[in-house]
């Protein structure tokens, strides 16, 4: 079983360490090549070393003025974020997930234990970690040995170790959530929680007011405290090895203790009709989607409005430094406060473009668990049900760029008056542009080859994120950097929106959607 | 002239190489129960979502009471219900939710023989889809096919999962649509649940249409089954033309005999016979002479 998990887990694995790989190398060679002297090296040090507001958010920046200060700054947290979703993803679908389809009992009914078939998967889990930090590690060594960033190969295996450590503590997170949730949405959700609870103590631990002890108590804390090619501290590997193996072992000796397919928090299993929205495909969706919608709400708000609080401060710094080298790279030309946000606001461009794929997605599921099968055998359109869908989406991406635009207003509006309602409204919607475009681009994969929905989708958001990445940091010439398409829409409120571009991007979107539409409308219902 | 439920012609489709079902041609009448046999991956389930226009046809076409399945997928479903053999449900709703949800996409629902059918089914509809049996999920989405009295429902495998007493309620719900004038097509392994129900039967094998009618039509596939215990010898029946399996056990001969009784009696004239049973196949007796000894009848009856 350990074989078989360590097989399904191992592609994603591998090119999620080669982009982790990419990252440290896109982002040390083009240091060099921006910051060619000491001077404009120690003036960004000056610039973001102290000051608090980044510190908060992206973590401390002790060491601005060299290559490896600035690599880890620059990586960490991104890395550290997307390794954390991607190992609570994998340990949930193949604990949790595998349970709910009812191939944990076939597993089962073999010659082994729930004890033993657990701590099985987690043995192929560790195993996906350790190629992860692999893929990672040989990239960082190889860039290593470059002599711009000249890092020994002791301290590049640390620095990918370091990497690595999120993904390896979130699978174990996933393993224990595995077995509190009735349902792979449910551990998901609550391996999410935790996720956003150590952003936010380590946020806290690291904003200057005194309560640095904090980052102690936070899982993303103490990757940070690795400090992996400036001022190491593998002491902080014992709490990460420490939380991470004592969740397994409770994972291990919860899965024998309770019956295959309970939880240990229980759901209600009966409840009284409720019977609001079920009038139809659509209002059911609408249902449906009420959890993910209060989720990325909260998260989208809690986001504007943390960068809107810090936009003041960080506009501030940077107006003095050569930062702007790479905000005006990003579209964020001018200074201060709305060049800030202007790039900040791609932040939350990503996060719309994941919600537009994940609407996908589920679009997809409903297909191949063949519950779309209850609606299509009654007097329901095809198009009619994947048009109604797709007017969801859009309307609940246009109300999280609004969201993003009026928590932002409000953030800022504690400290400043720089910027107005309108503008951050506009600045919301401007987001909401290439998520569109995704959204539309995925429904036409959905539309003839709907099991590449997912793969495809997401590929296009990591590809775009990647390229406005390294692109950001002067890597790439401007044939590919225009192929990401946050690329394609101004950084407002930096400047103004670009209102021909977005219109081309939703535009593509529209069209790729009814194509993707009527490509449905034509093709064989696929099961799963 | 009586109205086609269904009616396919030349009905196909292959995925590659691989003709998952071939030139289907038959006609279900309005009012009638249709049974539909065959073994695994015979063309079944595929048939039946042609039929509903879940997957489009390589050649030819289907109509639901003269309705393009492809064309006219919304006319036909308002006027039939469908019961997957495994329902793919919601698991947070309840079963009164599910069932508030497909009456409302169905459009028309009778409320009284909604409730009347949860009552005979015994379901707790209070619970959510994801606390239910299989059995249970089978009763809902059984009754969301029923509460809406459609012209036409197609069950595929719709008892699975339910036990002895819930199929009983089952053909009690069929035998009413049938009085009622509903067309039932039902595709079942469970060879007495057709054998019970159905007024006529299609049999498919390896994506072809093998033989179609009604039961007692296709009772002559099969052989006869005779036991003979004579009082004193043994005459020699071997050379009797459509005799077949000969066996003795003490004064009793048990053989099968296809075609023509008459040569058989004649044999039998001259000797003193004690004892002589016959009787006719059991379905799951034919469905094994097709299948069983792997022969294909002629195709020459399997056009209605």
Request: hydrophobic letters at 50%; glycine letters at 10%.
């Amino acid at each position: 079983m350990a074989r078989r998990t360590l097989l399904g887990v191992l592609p994603s694995a591998v090119l999620w360490g080669v982009v982790f790989g990419l990252f440290v190398a896109s982002s040390a060679l083009s240091y060099a090549g921006i910051y060619k002297t000491q001077a404009d090296r120690d003036s960004l040090a000056a610039a973001f070393g102290a000051n608090v507001s980044t510190s908060a958010l992206f973590g401390p920046a002790p060491q601005l003025q060299t290559v490896a200060g600035f690599t880890v700054f620059k990586i960490w947290l991104t890395v550290a974020l997307i390794g954390g979703i991607w190992g609570l993803m994998a340990s949930t679908k193949l604990l949790r997930g595998d349970e709910d389809s009812g191939r944990w009992e076939l597993l089962l009914s073999g010659a082994t234990t729930r004890e033993q078939a657990t701590f099985q998967v987690l043995l192929g889990l560790l195993g996906g970690t350790v190629a992860l930090w692999i893929a990672t590690a040989a990239l960082a060594v190889a860039t290593g040995r470059s002599p711009e960033f000249n890092v020994a190969v002791r301290p590049a295996l640390y620095l990918a170790l370091s990497l690595a450590t999120t993904a390896f503590m979130f699978m174990g997170v996933g393993a224990f959530t595995s077995q509190l949730g009735a349902a792979r949405r449910q551990a998901a959700a609550y391996g999410g929680w935790i996720l956003g609870i150590s952003y936010a103590l380590r946020m806290v631990a690291d904003s200057g007011t005194g309560l640095h002890w904090l980052i102690w108590t936070s899982p993303l804390g103490w990757v940070e405290m690795l400090q992996p090619l400036t001022s190491p501290k593998p002491i902080s590997l014992l709490p990460i090895f420490g939380f991470t193996c004592l969740l397994g072992y409770l994972s291990v000796v919860l899965a024998g203790r309770r019956d295959v397919g309970a939880s240990l928090i229980q759901e209600r299993s009966r409840s009284g009709p409720r019977l609001l929205l079920l009038s139809g495909h659509m209002g059911l969706a609408v249902r449906m989607l009420r959890p993910v919608i209060a989720s990325w709400g909260t998260a989208v708000a809690a986001v504007g409005v943390l960068l809107g609080y810090i936009a003041y401060a960080a506009g501030e710094t940077l107006s003095k430094s050569s930062m702007q080298t790479i905000y005006a790279r990003l579209g964020a030309s001018g200074a201060g406060i709305k060049a800030f946000l202007g790039v900040s606001f791609l932040m939350l461009a990503v996060m719309l473009s994941f919600v537009a794929v994940g609407q996908l997605t589920a679009v997809r599921a409903e297909e191949a668990d063949q519950r779309l099968d209850q609606f299509l055998a009654r007097p329901v359109t095809r198009i009619g049900w994947l048009a109604g869908r797709l007017a969801i989406a859009v309307s609940f991406l246009a109300a999280l760029g609004i969201l993003s635009g009026v928590m932002a207003w409000l953030g800022v509006a504690i400290e400043s008056s720089a910027v107005s309602l309108p503008t951050l409204l506009a600045a919301g919607l401007n987001i909401a542009a290439p998520a569109v475009c995704i959204l539309g681009i995925s429904t036409l994969v959905f539309g003839f080859l709907p099991r590449a929905t997912a793969i495809v989708g997401y590929g296009l958001v990591s590809w775009s994120l990647l390229v406005e990445f390294v692109g950001g940091i002067g890597a790439l010439n401007h044939w590919i950097f225009d192929t990401s398409l946050f690329h394609q829409m101004n950084a407002a409120p930096a400047i103004g929106p670009n209102i021909t571009s977005d219109s081309w991007m939703a535009a593509i979107g529209v069209a790729a959607a009814l194509a993707g539409c009527i490509l449905f409308a034509r093709r064989d219902i696929q099961g799963g | 002239m009586t109205e086609a439920a269904i009616r396919t012609e030349g009905l196909s489709k292959f995925y590659g190489s691989v003709r998952a079902l071939n030139d289907l041609s038959m006609e279900v009448t309005a009012g009638e129960v249709f049974g539909f046999l065959g073994p695994n991956g015979a063309g079944k389930t595929t048939t039946i979502r042609l039929l509903l226009g879940l997957i489009r046809p390589s050649a030819g076409k289907a109509e639901i009471f003269g309705l393009d399945s492809c064309s006219e997928p919304v006319e036909a479903h308002r006027r039939l219900s469908y019961v997957p053999a495994e329902a793919g449900l919601w698991p947070s709703l309840t079963g009164e939710e599910t069932l508030h949800l497909l009456g409302k996409v169905n459009g028309h629902v009778d409320e009284v023989y909604r409730d009347q059918l949860v009552k005979r089914f015994e379901l707790d509809s209070s619970r959510k889809i994801r606390a239910y049996s299989r059995g249970n999920r089978q009763k809902v989405i059984l009754i969301a096919a029923l509460m809406s009295r459609p012209d036409l429902m197609i069950f595929d495998e719709p008892t699975s999962g339910l036990d002895p007493l819930m199929e009983h309620e089952f053909r009690n719900c069929v035998s009413e649509a049938r009085q009622r004038g509903q067309t039932v097509f039902l595709s079942s392994h469970i060879l007495s649940e057709v054998e019970a129900l159905c007024d006529r039967v299609a049999i498919l094998r390896n994506g072809r249409l093998v033989e179609i009618g009604t039961l007692e039509e296709m009772r002559h596939l099969s052989a006869l089954k005779m036991e003979i215990t004579f009082a004193k010898d043994i005459p020699d029946l071997s050379a009797v033309p459509g005799v077949a399996t000969l066996q003795s056990a003490g004064r009793t001969v048990s053989l099968q005999l296809t075609g023509p009784v008459k040569p058989l009696l004649e044999a039998l004239a001259a000797s003193e016979i004690t004892e002589l049973v016959s009787r006719e196949p059991s379905l799951e007796e034919l469905f094994l002479s097709l299948y069983g000894e792997g022969q294909l009848p002629k195709a020459s009856g399997a056009h209605a």
